[in-house]
Every structure is written in C-alpha cells, then in structure tokens.
C-alpha cells in the first residue's frame, strides 16, 4: 500500500470517527477536529460537508450555508453538497434558491426519492400546488411506503383543501407513529377545518405535556379559539408560543392579525415586523403595514420591500407585496407608480383567485322577484330575532355601520357572518330552485325554523337585535324581506369613484370583478341599479347611508340611522373608535380611528390613470355630487370636488 493510500485511508477513517462524534452531539470537538482538517485538506468535500453539518445543528446556518457552497464550488456535481445546500436555503426560507438547488439535484440524480420529496414540499410551501403533486406522487410511485412522502402527501391535501382525504393520511400514519406530534398537528387541523374545533382541541391538548413542538401547538390552539372568538385564551396562546420560539414568524404574524383586528396598533405592527425580520419573504406583513394608519416604512425597509418585488416576479404570492408597494408609493405621492404596482398586484391576484366556483349574479331576475309589503306591528310576539342587514359594495361603510351599532346596548353584531347566503343554499336544497325563487314555494313556519335552526348553530344572542354587515347582503334584498320580514336593511352608498377605486386597492377574495377596471364599472352599475330598485320598492325596509353625510355630520346622520332602524339614542354608537370588539375586514384599523372625512374625493389623485372608471361612471358620480353638495359645503374642513 502506498504512502498515498495509507493517508487517505487515515483521512476517511478519522471523518468517519468524526461523523459519529457529530450524532453523539459533540459538536464543539468535532468542529475543532474538522477546522483542523482542512488546513491541511482545503478542498475535502467530506470535510466541508461535515463542518456545515456541525454548524446547521447549532442552527448556525449562515456558516453552514457558507461551507456547503465552498463544498459545490469544489465539487459542482457532488450530489450530498447540492442537498445539504439546498436545505439550508430552504431553512432561512430563501425559497426559490432552494428549488433551484434541488432542480439541480434532480438533474444530477433523476429518480432521487429524497430530492423529488424536498422539491414537491417546497412547490407545496411556495403555494405551486399542481408542481407539489406531480413531485410528490412521482416519489410515491417509486417509494410507495415511505412516511415522509405520504407526511407531505397529506399536508399538501390539508393545503389544498381536500380536508377529509389530508385526515385519513395522517390517521395512517399515526398507526405506524403514534407518538409523532407533526401527525397530531396535521390531523387537529383537519378537524379544525373540517368545523370541529372541540375534536381538534382533544386532540391538541394532550400533547402539552410534552417538550416537542409546543410553539406550534399552542399556535393552532391560539388559531382556534380565535376562530370561536375567545380572544383572551387566543392571546395567551399566541403569547404562549412566542416563548416556546420567539423565532417563529407565522406565530408573530398571526398575533399581529389578532392585535390588528383588536385594534391594537402599534403591537400590531410590532409583529409583523418581527414576522419580516425572521422571514424576509412573508409578502403579506409587508402588506398590512402597508395599510397600517401612520406607519411609514424607513427608507431601508422601503428599499428591501422594493428590492423584493423585482426579485421575485412570477411568485403566486406576490400580490400581497405589490399592492404594498402600491401604498407606498402612493405615501409619497408617486401616483404613477402606485398605479403601476396596483396594475401588477390585480393581475397577480387574478392569477391566484379560484374562480371555478364563482357564478354570475343573476341581477334582471333579482330585479323580477315578486314583492310582499310587510307591515310592522310593534306589538307582535317576536317567533325570530330582529335583524338589521348592512349591505353595500365592498369599502362603501359597511364595516363602520356595523362599528356604529355594535356600540348600541341593545344590538348583537355578527359581522361579515354569510348567515343569509347560508339559508340561500339551505332554501335551494329544500325546494330544488334557485333561492329568489325557492323562497316562495316554504311557509312562513318553515322559514322559521330554518332562521331559528342557523340562530342556535351560530349562538346568536336572540334577545337583542341582531346585526348582520356582510357586502353580499345586496343580493339578498327580496329573500331577506320574504325571510326576515321584520327586519331593516342599511344600504351603505359613496363616491362611486372612491369606492370603486377603493376596491380595486385591495385584494378581497371572490370579488372578480375587481381585476381590471372595465368589469369594476361595469358590475357598479349593476349594482347601483339593483340598490336603486329595493331602495324603491322597499322604502320602509331599506333604508340608506350615504358615507359622505356620515364623515361630515357624523351625529345628525348616526341619530338618523337608529330612528330609521327602530333603536333608541345610544352614546356609545356617536364613538364607534372605543368599540373594543374583533373587527376581521380590511378595515378593522379604520374604524378604531374618530369618524373623519380623509378618505372623501380620494379618486382625484388617481383620475390620470383610471379613465376607465371616471368616463363610465361620470354620469353617477356627477348625481351623487349634487345629493352631497350640501353636505359638503356646511362641513369647513373638506376641500370641495374640483
């Protein structure tokens, strides 16, 4: 044997050693024997491989990084550097690196069970679901039982929405498993989306009393009874997390939802600055900071969110950056290019929105649904609650209407609930028509029971008026007043410029209208001739807001509105920013802030760039100046329309 082999036999032998004094977790000697190692052997793939290793189970994975890249560029077809590589990027979240490293795995290694495993997880993380399948059934069909495959299988369809399938996954696995907590945390949120949060907290609870993964236990605890609006034990969860790993992004992000719909500001965006500075890439903090009153980014941060938009064109999430750097721009009056971004944040958003579900609103036959004149009897015995239903395009003031009578002590707000196109489904099941027309074939007992059966499901205080504010409501006017016959709805109307505008500056699921301004204007007119008809046809049920006379007289409009609705004079409802209660729309923070008219004639800053709005629209925009005008003029501190 010769001098030659003899060393390199010594070398393998001594990493050997090393690697399993790596497993036995010692780390420090092992890093001093491999830094002494490679002064003598520079280039030794094994050794940088081993080095980084050390370092990523420090959770030091800037040197890891560092050594696994020397480790390529000494060897760029040695497949164990390009992996190790490609994890780390994947740890620091650096997400399309991470691809683009296994992409190269995948050409080095084509059938590579662990590299088609780790390129559909992150096609799955990235939100490319169709590239996560095909992956991860490829390394299926080759490695049909093995776990971590089938993991990511099921974490995909729980990601997709396949709930029931992700469940029967994790319970398979959980066989084989039983004590893994990643399978209990997988198959508690099933349950959860599956609604029923009580199988999921069962299943939760149990594993507190072990050390493994608590951050994102009492994560999905503090998700869950956000949902049941528990928001006290929803705190104390989330706070729970953060000192379990105050590392964790997703754990700050949520927080910060839940301050931000608490109206909790400046804890708000406390955390979701911690959310970017552990994850640069979580495009949607950057979003709700963006929109956060009186947060203006630093130049840095400013430069970063900008340097991130260009780096990352083509990525599904996007969206949410875009419109940030919309409102960005718009802070500093670079008009132009907010609406560059606005342009490229819908186009972006329209990509991403599942719309195979989303039908056209039948407005002629909504407009044909025969009429029943209700007459109220304020001595009848109440068989339902009373309702009011706040409707209105989205960013019209509906959240603000709802913000105003949630003050009021006789009244129960629900929010955004979808309690009326629920019974819609439930009357087109029963009666096997679409709902405008089904509602007519059930007796007013049966619709009753259908009102008192949603009332118990959803625990709805029946001894208080019960305040409904979701947009859709408009398409819901003649089956709400054949269902709720004594009830009120508030139709909520502004600008058609800035409310249109309004709209298409934020990104509102199932609106698809709003991804491009020709179909926006078009489906205002719509709806304006829709409100118009009620408005006429229903004079003592539905009743009308104009969010400009609300801005300027504040108290004379909010006193009109309860006598119009049937409630007495409540103080409370005159301050709508005290109100302390989870607001989950866009404009949650909003409402937190006194009534003011900031937002009035905003779409003047953008005529420029939105002719395809101001010229179909110009004939009821220039109608609703003339309702306003005088409102206008009385109130000193709003600049007049130009």
């Known amino acids: 044997m010769s001098d030659y082999e003899v060393t390199k036999r010594f070398k393998t032998m001594n990493l050997k050693a090393i690697l399993a004094a790596i497993h036995r977790g010692e780390l420090q000697q092992s890093k001093k024997s491999l830094q002494q190692y490679l002064k003598t052997s520079p280039d030794s793939v094994d050794g940088l491989n081993l080095l980084g290793l050390c370092y990523q189970k420090e959770a030091m994975t800037e040197r890891a990084t560092l050594c696994f890249s020397k480790a390529v560029d000494v060897n760029p077809k040695h497949l164990k550097s390009r992996v190790n590589l490609a994890i780390c990027e994947a740890q620091v979240h650096q997400y399309d690196s991470a691809i683009a490293s296994f992409k190269i795995c995948e050409r080095l290694s084509a059938d590579n069970i ?28 080759l490695a049909p039982n093995h776990p971590g495959i089938a993991e990511n299988i099921a974490l995909l369809n729980l990601k997709i929405g396949h709930f029931e399938v992700a469940k029967q996954g994790f319970k398979q696995l959980l066989l084989a498993f039983p004590n893994r907590v990643e399978l209990h945390l997988g198959i508690s949120e099933c349950w959860y989306k599956l609604g029923e949060p009580e199988r999921a907290k069962s299943q939760l609870r149990p594993l ?43 754990i700050h992000f949520n927080l910060a939802l839940l301050y931000k719909e608490l109206g909790q500001t400046t804890l708000s965006q406390n955390h979701f600055l911690s959310a970017i500075h552990i994850q640069k890439n979580w495009f949607e903090a950057y979003f709700h900071l963006a929109y956060s009153p009186k947060f203006i980014f630093s130049d840095q941060q400013a430069k970063s969110m900008l340097e991130l938009a260009r780096k990352h064109d083509g990525h599904p999430d996007l969206y949410w950056l875009q419109f940030a750097c919309a409102k960005y721009y718009e802070g500093e009056k670079q008009y132009q290019k907010s609406f560059e971004s606005l342009k490229k944040a819908r186009q972006c958003f329209a990509l991403h929105r599942n ?129 709720f016959p004594c009830s009120k709805v508030v139709i909520c109307r502004r600008s058609p410029l800035d409310n249109c505008l309004s709209i298409y500056q934020h ?7 709003s991804d491009t301004l020709n179909a926006l204007a078009e489906h205002y007119q719509q709806c304006h001739q829709l409100t118009v008809h009620w408005l006429t046809q229903l004079p003592e049920t539905c009743k009308e807001l104009v969010y400009e006379n609300l801005a300027c007289q504040p108290k004379k409009y909010i006193t009109m509105l309860l006598t119009q609705i049937g409630l007495d004079i409540d103080d409370a409802c005159f301050h709508p920013q005290n109100n302390a209660r989870l607001v989950r729309t866009p404009s949650s923070e909003q409402v937190r802030q006194p009534i003011s008219t900031n937002s009035i004639g905003k779409w003047q800053t953008f005529a420029p760039y939105i002719e395809k709005l101001t010229t179909p629209l110009a004939p009821l925009e220039i109608s609703h100046q003339q309702r306003i005008s005088m409102v206008l003029e009385k109130n000193k501190s709003q600049k007049p329309y130009q």
Do not use: W
Request: net charge positive.
């Open 208 to 250: 507190l009393q072990q050390s493994k993964l608590l951050d994102k236990v009492y994560n999905l605890l503090a998700v869950i009874a956000k949902k049941s609006e528990n928001i006290a034990e929803a705190t104390d969860y989330y706070l729970s997390a953060l000192k379990q790993n105050n590392n964790n992004a997703e």
């Open 114 to 141: 662990d590299v088609l495993n780790s390129l559909g997880n992150l096609y799955r993380i990235v939100g490319k679901f169709d590239l996560a399948m095909q992956y991860l059934q490829k390394a299926q069909r």
């Open 507 to 513: 990104p509102l699921e199932r609106q698809a209208y």
């Open 355 to 483: 719309t195979s579900n989303v039908k056209p609103r039948p407005f002629a036959k909504l407009k044909q649904m025969p009429i029943t004149k209700q007459v109220f009897d304020p001595h009848r015995k109440l068989e339902t609650p009373d309702f009011v239903f706040i409707t209105g395009l989205p960013r019209s003031g509906t959240t603000l209407t709802e913000q105003i009578l949630a003050g009021h002590h006789n009244t129960f707000a629900i929010g955004e609930s979808g309690l009326v196109s629920q019974l819609a489904t439930h009357v087109e099941r029963l009666t096997g028509k679409p709902y405008y027309l089904g509602v007519y074939d059930l007796s007013r007992e049966r619709k009753q029971e259908l009102i008192k059966h949603q009332c118990r499901m959803r625990r709805l205080a029946t001894d208080k008026c019960i305040v409904d504010a979701s947009p859709n409501n408009l398409f819901y006017i003649g089956f709400i007043n054949e269902m």
